[in-house]
C-alpha cells in the first residue's frame, strides 16, 4: 500500500536558498493511491564554543550544527488530495565526539499531523494509520541513509568552510 517511488539514486535535489537555508525534494512516497513529492526548506546553523547548546548536546562539543524545516509543501497532489491542514516539525542537532574519536553524533526530533482529504474519507481509519506509519517510517530510514552518507561529510566541509571564513575576517 505504500511504498517508496524512488527509481534511482538516493540523492535528492537540493537547492540553496542562502548560506544557511536549503529546499530539499524528500524522495517520493506513495500513500495508498495517491502519489507526491514533498520538498521542505531546511535551515541550518552553526554554533561553537558551548554557547546556545541544546541540553543533550555536551557543552565540550567543540562545535554544532543545528537543523530545522522551516517550510514544507506536497508537489504532485491534486488539489481535492491536499490536506485542509499540515503540521511538519522537525528539527536535529550534530556535533564531533569527544577528542580521540572522529566520529560525529546527531540528534532528530520529527512530528508530523494532517487532517484527511476528502478522497480519504471512506477509508477505515486503522488503515489510515498502518499505510502512514510505514510512510513515516520510511522516510525517516531514507532521511537516516542520506544522513548516513552524505550529511557528515558535508558538515565536516561546512564546518572547515565557516572556520576558514572567520580566519580571514580576521
Known amino acids: 500500500m505504500a511504498r517508496n517511488t524512488n527509481r534511482g539514486s538516493t540523492t535528492a535535489p537540493s537547492m540553496s536558498f542562502s548560506q544557511e537555508e536549503w529546499s530539499v525534494q ?20 552553526s554554533r561553537s564554543g558551548g554557547k546556545g547548546y541544546p541540553p543533550h548536546v555536551p ?6 550544527l543545528l537543523m530545522e524545516v522551516t517550510d514544507y509543501r506536497l508537489e504532485g497532489l491534486q488539489r481535492d488530495a491536499m490536506p485542509s491542514h499540515m503540521a511538519v516539525t522537525v528539527r536535529g542537532t550534530l556535533y564531533p565526539q569527544p577528542e580521540g574519536r572522529r566520529s560525529l553524533k546527531g540528534h532528530v526530533e520529527m512530528n508530523v ?26 522516510l525517516a530510514q531514507q532521511m537516516k541513509h542520506d544522513f548516513d552518507t552524505g550529511l557528515a561529510a558535508d558538515f565536516k566541509k561546512y564546518r572547515r568552510e565557516k572556520l576558514t571564513e572567520k580566519r580571514t575576517k580576521h
Open 113 to 138: 499531523g494532517f487532517n484527511l482529504p476528502p478522497v480519504l474519507a471512506l477509508v477505515p481509519e486503522p488503515i489510515i494509520r498502518g499505510v502512514a506509519d510505514t510512510v513515516l517510517r520510511q
Open 26 to 45: 524528500l524522495i517520493p512516497i506513495q500513500f495508498l493511491f495517491l502519489s507526491a513529492c514533498p520538498v521542505i526548506a531546511i535551515r541550518f546553523v
Open 59 to 64: 557543552v565540550r562539543a567543540t562545535s554544532l
